[in-house]
């Protein structure tokens, strides 16, 4: 390995904000040779998107904060060079790849970059026609970029920055939007780029399951500033993230440790036989009453129909997933739900919440997928202050909710300053403060490490053994294995499938969580439950 | 011309502005109410003919919208500063002015004539901004911009980035006040124009952000020369506007010595022009697929230009009916026809749907 020169190079390198605050960073060394698949994992907040930013010069030269040590990439160096400098060298995609699209269309924006590298227009022709086809966008070419899907504005993202002809892509989250179809498309997308064209890529990533089995090394960035990195299965053998997959493995014992579905399904042979005959122990939902009933709900917006004759009821206590490809009506069928969305035609009723403290007025509590949109008190104490104003509840309850969800935000902090995933832990516990009776979610696991999404898991099943109903938007299959009673999929707006868990996630192939695609003909969702049955 | 992106490409930006120009000029040169009602009804027909969904395209709506209301204050300007004609609609009770402001007259009898003065003055106004209005919703700005010449290219993109952030913040008030909604609390006007402003605010800082560093990590602003020439770059350009400046006060100024007039304009100009070119030569940047100006890009703008000039061919009396006495205005023929002519880019083969798929 010694005789691999690397392309990107960290020697020694320490990062803070502010004079006084603490390093995100601490003395970190990092080589990375040419042509790896490199995934940053790391708990939410630790650093990773900082990480990334070093790599061509945005941290420290755009967002500000000291940089101590070196990072050398390619042959350039950011501390003497700008991230423009790095533009023929390395390719950045941010998180939202909307909001940085500079042109409008998608032909237009794959040639921005090779625009301001001074290419000449032949080259720029043949550059863009190869892209095109590299990221199977042939067909979107003229589209504008905005009535893109979330999966194909990403990879849009990813040849717009791949046409200029970087040898390094550094990808900030990319799938963390989208449906797991849309997802697969993209990691498919990357892997195609790694292995037949050589380029090194460095990928942050909260949801490992999609690309651990991808990874040449696993960087792993704990939180702490400390930043170690190596061969992914040794690694995940003791990291604090960990997907589903990693966590069965361990439980099983295997070594090494597999990291894709088909190599864990050759070690499983034996957990299986441990489980044969055996079922998972899931305890039967204390469903009670209908709380919320909707009737051939129709939401259209100008000719396009979001959602078309849907009937749905919650009940009290129930934890209903709601499933479906991106663009499939499930934020419109939220809304329409709490009352405040737009709703063409069908009826949602509320029945009476027999609770205990007599009629319930309160509204549906929603959190939306922006989350950030509700928050808008400049520290997060004031906001949590405000949120148990509002609810008429005891001081702290809304505070002692965050800690639960995202431990260790500081209060004085501002909203905007924590990282996505706080945001939404801070939304989430402004919303749920009240303890309403029917709770929607939209794409709450946004952002979220596996721990934080495990606290959102216990905090939604304690509201649910309350009474409260919860429906959560949501693309997160291990999340869905985890938390739901009852799955419901959307498609094109119309209700295709609506049943218990294990039955409709289980059976279907974008959907099947990884426990079950191990243990399958099995009926296995989640590690939890495979322990408690070895127990 | 007959391949299938010379179809669907879109028409060249400056040959809409030339024609939505051309239709001001002519709005510019006439009082008469029937032919500024048809230059509206005509810049209107060819935008819901051919705009496209992109986001500067819905806007047109506000412009006219800013058109009734220029309309709308002339009319009310004119009521307030009481012209005076035969025919007294009403009266209303006059405002005595201090001695200072003595010769003007608030309020008082409002006359026919008065009102239609204000009416045709404020429709000429209102017409203009119409015809802005079009052109802002038929041309691209971001490809007008990048057509522009490279030594305006910093400014250019500056606006890109204005020009796109303000859809976004309209979209944005919409989310955030939906989301707003879904939380409890007091419902002051104050506090719910603090709910709106900050989040709205922090979002638009925010993805500007985000569309900076993309554009930084994506090469934008790479200039490789050397810091002499921007120096001497930015001097040509200060003394090319002194230059132009002096020289057109000299100009204008019948006291002033010959040479501060036309030669100082002259030389403004040239070491204006030399900066200009300094400036360009810094963009080392390239132009993928230009736009170009081809046989519908000279019929759009001939059309506007011959509507211009019908309407300036067109009598003096034609053009500017009297409104005292009150008279109905005449409909010149060659001015109709010529701004009908104007209506031609309805007709033309190519409709850019582009944006609506």
């Given at each position: ?12 390198v ?51 904060g ?21 533009a ?59 009535t893109?899907s ?12 791949l ?118 122990i ?75 403290s ?19 008190l400049?520290?997060v ?29 500081e ?83 119309e ?19 990884q ?21 | ?22 239709l ?20 209107a ?60 007259t ?12 204000g ?7 209102g ?25 305006l ?15 976004q ?24 124009l ?16 985000v ?38 006060y ?27 070119r ?22 759009v ?12 061919l ?5 053009r ?6 009150l ?31």
């Open positions: 390995m010694a005789s691999v020169v690397p392309v990107i190079d960290l020697a020694d320490s990062l803070r904000y502010g004079e006084d605050s603490r390093p995100v960073l601490r003395h970190v060394d990092l080589r990375i040779p040419e042509g790896e698949l490199v995934v940053v994992a790391g708990p939410t907040g630790s650093g990773k998107s900082s990480l990334l930013g070093l790599l061509n010069g945005l941290v420290p030269h755009f967002s500000g000291v940089v101590t040590g070196t990072v050398t990439v390619g042959d350039l160096r950011t501390s003497d060079h700008r991230p423009r400098d790095f023929a060298t390395v390719g950045v995609v941010s998180q939202d790849p909307l909001a940085g699209f500079v042109t409008d269309t998608v032909e237009e924006e794959l040639a921005y970059g090779m625009e301001q590298l001074g290419l000449p227009p032949s080259t720029m022709r043949t550059r863009v026609e190869e892209t095109l086809d590299l990221l199977g966008i042939a067909d979107l070419r003229d589209r504008s970029l905005r893109l979330g999966g194909q504005q990403q990879r849009v993202a990813i040849g717009a920055v046409a200029a002809g970087p040898r390094i892509l550094v990808l900030d989250e990319p799938t963390s939007a989208l449906d797991p179809t849309s997802a697969e498309e993209v990691i498919a997308a990357v892997v195609r780029l790694v292995h037949d064209l050589g380029v090194t890529v460095v990928m942050a990533e909260h949801r490992l399951e999609r690309v651990l089995q991808h990874a040449d090394r696993l960087v792993l960035v704990a939180g702490d500033g400390s930043v170690v990195d190596g061969d992914p299965a040794t690694l995940m053998a003791n990291a604090p993230v960990a997907p589903p997959l990693v966590e069965l493995g361990r439980l099983a014992g295997w070594s090494p440790l597999p990291l894709s579905i088909r190599d864990a399904r050759r070690a499983a042979g034996p957990l299986r036989d441990a489980l044969a005959g055996r079922g998972p899931t305890p039967t939902p204390a469903v009670g009453e209908n709380l919320i009933t909707a009737t051939r709900l129709t939401v259209r917006y100008g000719p396009h129909t979001a959602v078309r004759e849907v009937g749905l009821t919650l009940r009290r206590g129930e934890r209903v997933a709601l499933m479906g490809r991106n663009g499939s009506g499930k934020s419109s069928l939220l809304w329409a739900l709490t009352g405040l969305g737009r709703r063409t035609s069908g009826s949602v009723t509320r029945q009476e919440f027999s609770g205990g007599g009629a319930d007025d309160r509204p549906v509590a929603l959190v939306p997928q922006s989350a950030a949109d509700l928050l808008y400049d520290t104490d004031a906001e949590c202050r405000a949120a148990d104003r509002q609810e008429d509840v005891d001081a702290g309850t809304c505070r002692a909710l965050l800690d639960r969800l995202a431990p260790g935000i209060g004085a902090a501002h909203p905007r300053d924590v990282s996505e995933g706080q945001r939404l832990a801070l939304a989430l516990a402004v919303q749920l403060t009240g303890a309403p009776s029917v709770v929607l979610l939209d794409e709450p696991t946004r952002g979220l490490d596996y721990g934080a999404k495990a606290a959102l898991v216990t905090v939604l099943s304690e509201l649910a053994t309350v009474g409260t109903a919860l429906l959560v938007a949501t693309h997160d299959v291990e999340f869905v294995a985890r938390f739901a009673d009852r799955v419901v999929i959307l498609a094109g707006g209700k295709v499938a609506d049943g218990p868990t294990a039955v409709v996630i289980a059976a279907s192939p974008a959907f099947a969580p426990v079950s695609r191990v243990l399958h003909p099995q009926r296995w969702l989640t590690v939890d439950h495979v322990r408690a049955a070895l127990a | 011309m007959t391949d299938s992106w010379s179809l669907r490409r879109p028409t060249h930006p400056g040959a809409w502005w030339l024609w939505a120009l051309a001001a000029a002519a709005a510019s040169h006439t009082t008469n109410p029937l032919l500024l009602g048809l230059i509206v009804a005509i810049a027909l060819v935008v819901a003919a051919r705009r496209s969904a992109a986001p500067w395209a819905v806007g047109f709506r506000w412009y006219l919208t800013v058109a009734a209301l220029v309309v709308v204050l002339r009319v009310v300007f004119r009521m307030l500063t009481a012209g005076s004609g035969p025919t007294v609609l009403f009266t209303l009770p006059t405002i005595e002015l201090p001695a200072a402001a003595a010769g003007i608030l309020l008082g009898p409002v006359s026919a004539e008065a009102l239609m003065a009416f045709y003055d404020g429709l000429r106004l017409t203009m901004i119409v015809c802005v209005g079009a052109a802002s919703a038929l041309a691209n700005p971001k490809r007008l911009l990048a057509a522009m010449p490279p030594a290219y910093e400014v250019g993109t500056v606006l890109v980035v204005s020009v796109s952030v303000f859809p913040l309209v979209e944005s008030v919409g989310r955030v006040r939906r989301a707003q909604a879904l939380r409890r609390g007091p419902r002051t006007r104050r506090h719910q603090k709910t709106v402003v900050i989040p709205v605010l922090t979002d638009a800082l925010d993805r500007s952000l569309l900076a560093a993309s554009m930084d990590s994506r090469g934008y602003g790479r200039s490789p020369d050397v810091a002499h020439r921007r120096w001497l770059t930015s001097l040509c350009l200060l003394v090319g506007i002194g230059g132009v400046a002096i020289g057109a000299g100009v204008l100024d019948v006291g002033s010595p010959t040479w501060l007039g036309i030669p100082t304009m002259v030389t403004g100009i040239a070491v204006g022009a030399v900066g200009f300094l400036a360009g030569a810094r963009v080392q940047r390239t132009r993928y697929r230009p736009d170009p100006w081809r046989t519908r890009e000279w019929l703008a001939g059309c506007g230009v011959l509507a211009a000039a019908a309407v300036f067109t009598s003096q009396i034609a500017f009916p009297s409104a005292n006495p008279v109905w205005p005449p409909l010149p023929l060659v001015a109709v026809v010529g701004l009908l002519i104007a209506g031609g880019p309805v007709l033309s083969a190519a409709p850019w749907r582009r944006w609506s798929r």
